[in-house]
Every structure is written in structure tokens, then in C-alpha cells.
């Protein structure tokens, strides 16, 4: 669904990322691991459309768009949950929803909307409120949705975990399987190592802008990960077990 081969991306003379291959299939989860400032969020940006990248391809259904615009990518049912949610906070939730939907007809948007809040039921019920006034987990809920109502195949999500209490974090993964269930291709950074690895399917690790394992979530075990990402990945984890 989605192929990502050997990109690189620069900020003026900074190669952030340097040689980034991944890729999501329908269904599955994709786990992006990498420390701070491996190049996880820029490669996820230039994925998406928002910064072009030097060179590399970004294949969704075998067609290479890499370069092209945002819109162009949503158009083509790629869409970015972009890190610390970014809702709208002063309108509203069924608002938050509408802006996702906007390249759909009307009646195609009542349909979405109403299938938004069969898998988002907290959204129902907070449809009316406003979005600022949400939990940080309520919010995030609020972005999966809001992607959701772009009719995607492919989903990229930067960090949904981060800043949520414990408990979030749980419902928040939960809802990332059942997004990939339904069909989708799930590419997530997480920092957060063990939860991202409680639903993954595979996992990619990145170091220093270039993507250096890949392979299934049951063989990235923890003393992998621990290895090359050292203690920070692991919360809570005391002994190295
Ligand atoms: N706008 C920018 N201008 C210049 N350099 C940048 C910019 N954004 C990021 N960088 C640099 O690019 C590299 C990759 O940063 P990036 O944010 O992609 O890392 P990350 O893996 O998402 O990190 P984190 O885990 O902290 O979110 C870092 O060295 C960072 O300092
Ligand atoms: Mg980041």
C-alpha cells in the first residue's frame, strides 16, 4: 500500500534524513521506533506533503508521489495525524470533523461522520463541545477521527501516545489496532516502545536519519530495541527485562 524508499530530507545544509526505507501494508500496523532527533517526524512530514523531500520515492498503490503537495496526498487516501494532535481547539468536535471530510461530497460527509461516530463513540457524545475543552486522549481520539473522515488507506500518526496519562495511552493503541483492522495502513511513531509494540506488526527502527532494522514485532525483542535505542525506550523498564 505504502512504499517508502530511500529518502532523504534537508533542512537547508542538515540532512535530517538520510536513506529512510519503510513501508505499510492494509491491516497491518507499522511501528517506527528511533531516539530524539533521528528523523522520525521529518520523514513522516515529507511522507505526508508537507516538506519535499531531496530525493527517494513515496509509492501509495505503486504510484511514486513523493514530492507532491498535502492535498494531493489526501486525495490519494494518504493522510497525516500529525504529533501533538492539533485540533481545532475553539470549534467544535462534529467541526474538527467536518475540515477531515473536506474533499468529500455532502452526503458522502454525513455518511463518514456517521461511521466516525459508530468507532469513536466518545466523539458522539462529545459532538457538541468544544475541542479545546477535551482531554488530551478525547483530542487524540478527535485526530484519528478527524483522518478518518479523509477516507484513507494509508494513515502516518507521529506520537499519539505522548503527554497522556497511562490509562489513555492504553485506549489510544487500542483504537490505532482497530483503525488498522478496518482495512487501513497504520504507520506509527511512537517513543513510547512498549506500547507501539503491544499492537505492531512490524516494526522499522531508525537511527540518525536512516532506517537500520526492519522486520516482524515478534522478533524486535526488547533487548533489540533497548540496544539500539538504549533506556528512554523502554518505560518503566528497570532491569533491561
Ligand atoms: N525545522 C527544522 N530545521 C532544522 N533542523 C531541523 C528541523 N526540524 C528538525 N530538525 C533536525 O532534524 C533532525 C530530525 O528531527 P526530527 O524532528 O525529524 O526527529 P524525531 O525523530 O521526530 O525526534 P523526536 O523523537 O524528538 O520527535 C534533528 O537533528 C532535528 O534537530
Ligand atoms: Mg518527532
Do not use: C
Amino acid at each position: 500500500m505504502l512504499e517508502v524508499n530511500d529518502l532523504n530530507v534537508s533542512y537547508g545544509a542538515v540532512n535530517a534524513v538520510q536513506g529512510v526505507t519503510l513501508r505499510a501494508d492494509v491491516g497491518k500496523v507499522t511501528l517506527v521506533l528511533g531516539a530524539n532527533g533521528a528523523g522520525k517526524t521529518t520523514s513522516l512530514r515529507a511522507i505526508a506533503g508537507y516538506h519535499k523531500p531531496k530525493s527517494g520515492a513515496v509509492l501509495v498503490e505503486g504510484v511514486d508521489l513523493a514530492g507532491s503537495r498535502a492535498h494531493k496526498m489526501v486525495r490519494n487516501r494518504l493522510v497525516l495525524v500529525p504529533e501533538g494532535r492539533r485540533v481545532f481547539g475553539t470549534l467544535t468536535v462534529e467541526e474538527n470533523l467536518r475540515i477531515g471530510g473536506y474533499r468529500a461530497s455532502r452526503s458522502e460527509v454525513e455518511a463518514t461522520i456517521s461511521e466516525v461516530y459508530e468507532q469513536f463513540p466518545i466523539l458522539s457524545d462529545r459532538k457538541d463541545k468544544q475541542a479545546g475543552l477535551l482531554s488530551g486522549g478525547e483530542q487524540q481520539m478527535l485526530a484519528f477521527g478527524r483522518a478518518v473522515m479523509s477516507q484513507p488507506k494509508v494513515i502516518l500518526m507521529d506520537e499519539p501516545s505522548m503527554g497522556l496519562a497511562p490509562t489513555m495511552v492504553d485506549s489510544v493503541m487500542t483504537k490505532v489496532r482497530e483503525i488498522a483492522d478496518r482495512g487501513i495502513a497504520v504507520l506509527i511513531v511512537e517513543q513510547n516502545a512498549d506500547a507501539g509494540l503491544q499492537i505492531a506488526d512490524q516494526v522499522s527502527v531508525i537511527t540518525r536519519g536512516t532506517t537500520v532494522w526492519t522486520g516482524a514485532a515478534a522478533d524486535a525483542d526488547r533487548a533489540a530495541v533497548h540496544a539500539v535505542l538504549g533506556e528512554s525506550a523502554l518505560e518503566g523498564d528497570v532491569d533491561g527485562h
